[in-house]
């Protein structure tokens, strides 16, 4: 089994490759080691290509990765090392990392996923949000050392303490689907995000993208929003929408930040489509654990 291993050594407080390297080679890989910025994964590409590439980072590394994996045509395997680890969350995947790292070397069972796509042809595997996520991942970023997963919550308060709603309008493959005030507009891959929050009815096997839109309204009810998203049910109240679609098309007030599978960044909503089986993930089988009690960090 030859593994590329491209690894973001700034994710989770900071990552050291060479531990994940040798627990692969110990399970009979040959692995390279590749970074996750947009030059090594040219040079992974332009390379013979291995047998799967495994990317060892947080939620927001693992896009361009699968798009570089499904490019090539090979699996993809995913070693979580973010703060949070939503898409490991979504799709049963092992947290702790001596197990991921045997998956990643030894797994067998893949599952074939979409991809969204921003405007500017970034991948994205769980959600492109506007409005309170991303002010709440902004509010979040100092304390994720401190708080872990629980800065997440922290930002969410702060921000729907302080922020106001944005008017947009929202079009999906040609027709306006809304326009007026949000507090949120969530478009779905996975459908995870914020530590915990789930768009309950996205599934990233059906090639359809999810678009819900929480309504302008009393910050009071902000709370029942709240925990629709930590329940998975926020499309159940009857204040949201939820509407479906293969392109999505979304203006928003100039400047406005976006949180895009956890990182903040500017604009991309503009146009946003999806491409259905884009990669093959590697998951567990054979009744492999996935939700270790204590996951473990790797010792070189």
């Known amino acids: 089994m030859r593994i590329a291993l491209t690894a973001n050594t700034a994710s989770g407080g900071g990552l050291d490759p060479e531990p994940l390297v040798e627990s692969m080679t110990r399970h009979g890989a040959e692995v390279e080691l590749f970074g996750c910025e947009p030059d090594e994964l040219e040079r992974l590409a332009a390379g013979p290509a291995p047998d799967r590439i495994a990317v060892a980072g947080g939620d927001g590394t693992i896009g361009a990765a699968a798009q570089t994996a499904g490019g090539l045509g090979v699996p993809l395997a995913v070693i979580p090392m973010g703060t949070a680890n939503d898409y490991a969350r979504s799709n049963d995947l092992p947290v702790d990392l001596v197990e991921a790292a045997e998956l990643a070397a030894t797994g067998v069972d893949t599952r074939p996923l979409e991809l969204g796509h921003l405007a500017d042809g970034r991948a994205f595997v769980n959600v492109a949000s506007a409005g309170l996520a991303a002010e709440a991942a902004r509010y979040a970023s100092p304390f994720k050392p401190l708080l872990g997963p629980l800065a997440y919550a922290a930002g969410a308060l702060r921000a729907a303490a302080t922020e106001t709603p944005l008017d947009c309008t929202i079009r999906i493959d040609g ?6 005030g949000t507090w949120q507009v969530i478009v779905s ?22 678009v819900t839109v929480i309504p302008a309204g009393s910050r009071i009810a902000l709370a029942r929003r709240a925990w629709g998203l930590r329940r998975g049910t926020i499309t159940e109240q009857s204040a949201v929408e939820s509407h479906r679609g293969c392109v999505v098309e979304i203006t928003l007030p100039p400047r406005t930040e976006l949180n895009v599978d956890g990182e903040i960044r500017d604009g991309g909503l503009e146009r946003v489509s999806v491409k259905s089986a884009a990669y093959e993930l590697v998951v567990p089988g054979g009744g492999a654990s996935s939700t270790p009690s204590r996951p473990r960090r790797l010792t070189s």
């Open 189 to 210: 891959v996975s459908g995870a995000f914020g530590g915990g929050s789930d768009v309950g009815i996205a599934d990233p096997g059906d090639g359809v993208l999810e």
């Open 175 to 180: 027709a306006t689907a809304f326009r007026g």
